[in-house]
């Protein structure tokens, strides 16, 4: 049917991941990258953490994606992406964590979103009915590489949260209180084109989407449509996405569809246990709730 959005899911590991991520690109419908186009990689630096923690971008993947562009097409003008937040400073996590001799190799340049130019567009959203846009994704294919985490605030964070993170306000915090209208108005501003998700190393537990428990889930999910995407992450994690607001809010906002098709390695082959347990939902349920009373 016309709105089955297919969905990869390939196992891997780091030692391996080039190959195993061209495979799942090419299962996920592939890249409709055109030579000399400009291409936006958004990656996700949420907080000071280590690769390993599974809570940020690990530099190994986006290498492999970097690489996987240089080699299927010609002239591309790379830029590697995120915004400052509360707590993230990503100019100086690239130094930090390895990923400016990557940027270098591959011929990628690096751009703060909350220093770029920005353009405001109109999208009726949710939450937002004119969005300050960076000007950079108006002329630009869109790759998100989200982490496959767990989030305090949103149950999961994977394509649809990683767009929140492209909106160049610093202290985005204020939009907690309605964080799914914002992600959804986020994607509707800058939807991405392709998304790689990348569980290799993911993240669960009650502390994510920067604290939580390393998790490797050792997969890969690729596909062109973010909500899909999602979805399938969501029952990858141990989540039923019908009861995540910001994937419902997304689809019924035309962001994208919940009907999937999967290939390559199948949900019930690489499920993992990404949840808390039910006293930390309870603990949780009771913040959002102390949260709504404040005025």
């Given at each position: ?7 990869s ?7 391996h991941v080039?190959?195993n991520?061209?495979r799942a690109?090419?299962?996920?419908g ?5 030579d000399h ?11 000071f953490?280590?690769p390993?923690t599974?809570?940020i971008t690990?530099?190994?993947f986006l290498?492999?994606v970097?690489?996987?562009l ?5 002239g591309?003008k790379i830029y590697?992406?995120e915004s400052d937040?509360?707590?993230?400073r990503?100019d100086?996590?690239i ?10 190799k591959w011929?990628?340049v690096?751009?703060?979103l909350?220093?770029e130019k920005?353009?405001t567009?109109?999208?009726n959203g949710?939450?937002?009915?004119k ?5 950079i994704f108006?002329d ?5 590489l989200?982490?496959m985490k767990?989030s ?5 964070s ?5 767009q ?13 209180p309605?964080?799914?209208d914002?992600?959804?108005d986020?994607?509707?501003?800058m ?8 569980g290799i190393i993911g993240m669960g537990g ?5 604290f939580g ?6 997969v890969i999910?690729?596909g062109?449509?973010?909500?899909a995407?999602d979805?399938?992450c969501?029952r990858?994690?141990g989540?039923?996405p019908?009861?995540?607001g910001h994937?419902?809010?997304a689809?019924k906002?035309?962001?994208g569809s919940?009907?999937y098709?999967v290939l390559?390695?199948q ?5 993992a246990?990404?949840?808390?347990s039910i006293l930390?939902?309870f603990?949780?349920k009771?913040?959002e ?7």
């Amino acid at each position: 049917m016309k709105d089955v959005k297919c969905v990869s899911i390939v196992r891997s590991g780091y030692d391996h991941v080039y190959t195993n991520l061209r495979r799942a690109i090419h299962l996920g419908g592939g890249l409709n990258v055109k030579d000399h186009e400009s291409v936006v990689i958004k990656i996700n630096l949420c907080d000071f953490r280590t690769p390993e923690t599974g809570a940020i971008t690990h530099p190994i993947f986006l290498e492999a994606v970097l690489r996987y562009l240089r080699e299927n097409y010609q002239g591309l003008k790379i830029y590697v992406v995120e915004s400052d937040a509360t707590v993230a400073r990503p100019d100086l996590f690239i130094r930090w964590f390895g990923f400016l001799p990557i940027l270098q190799k591959w011929g990628a340049v690096w751009r703060n979103l909350s220093k770029e130019k920005t353009v405001t567009k109109d999208i009726n959203g949710l939450y937002f009915q004119k969005l300050e846009v960076p000007q950079i994704f108006e002329d630009s294919y869109c790759i998100t590489l989200p982490k496959m985490k767990t989030s305090s605030v949103t149950k999961i964070s994977c394509a649809l949260k990683n767009q929140f993170g492209c909106i160049p306000t610093r202290r985005k915090i204020v939009f907690h209180p309605k964080i799914d209208d914002v992600i959804v108005d986020a994607n509707l501003a800058m939807r991405p084109n392709f998304c790689i998700v990348d569980g290799i190393i993911g993240m669960g537990g009650s502390q994510g989407p920067a604290f939580g428990v390393p998790l490797p889930a050792h997969v890969i999910v690729a596909g062109g449509d973010p909500v899909a995407v999602d979805t399938v992450c969501a029952r990858i994690m141990g989540f039923n996405p019908f009861f995540i607001g910001h994937i419902q809010k997304a689809a019924k906002s035309n962001v994208g569809s919940t009907r999937y098709k999967v290939l390559g390695n199948q949900i019930k082959e690489v499920k993992a246990n990404f949840r808390w347990s039910i006293l930390e939902a309870f603990v949780i349920k009771v913040g959002e709730y102390l949260q709504s009373r404040v005025k």
